[in-house]
């Protein structure tokens, strides 16, 4: 699939069907995690905490929306892209356009086994900050906290 150009921007309630939709089938490509929640409950976190608590950020090509940042504050707590657009570019655009928006740092989780994901942040110049067992997240799957610091 090619992307048509990518365009990001502010998220609105309206959007929370189409987030769910890019969001609960790439999650489930972590296929190491076991499978809490369905993609109804999905959807439901997406508009009553996501939409809550975080500053939330599409990029769409053309008239649909291919990937998805939610941030509280310097926490991105989600970043998701269809799985049918992986690796082309949706996600460094909406990395990019958070390291801009006024924060010193952003820092957030990844699942250790999360390879692909973690090379990801990695090339993007997040580095790692701290190793858990996961005794702390809803999988209890070990997992990686990363940063990134805007320089001075």
């Known amino acids: 699939m090619q992307l048509e150009r990518l365009n990001c921007r502010q998220a609105v309630r309206d959007d929370a069907d189409a987030i769910a939709r890019v969001f609960s089938p790439s999650f489930r490509l972590l296929s190491f995690l076991p499978v809490l929640h369905t993609v109804a409950e999905d959807r439901w976190f997406i508009e009553h905490v996501i939409f809550e608590e975080c500053d939330v950020t599409v990029a769409e090509s053309g008239d649909r929306i291919v990937s998805f940042l939610a941030r509280q504050d ?16 949706a996600g460094t655009q909406l990395i990019a356009r958070a390291k801009t928006c006024g924060v010193g740092a952003l820092e957030f989780w990844c699942f250790q086994a999360n390879v692909r994901g973690r090379r990801f942040y990695e090339a993007r110049g997040f580095r790692t900050i701290e190793f858990t067992d996961g005794a702390h997240n809803e999988e209890k799957t070990p997992d990686v906290r990363y940063r990134w610091e805007r320089e001075t």
């Open 74 to 89: 310097q926490e991105i707590r989600l970043l998701y892209t269809r799985t049918d657009c992986l690796g082309m570019g």
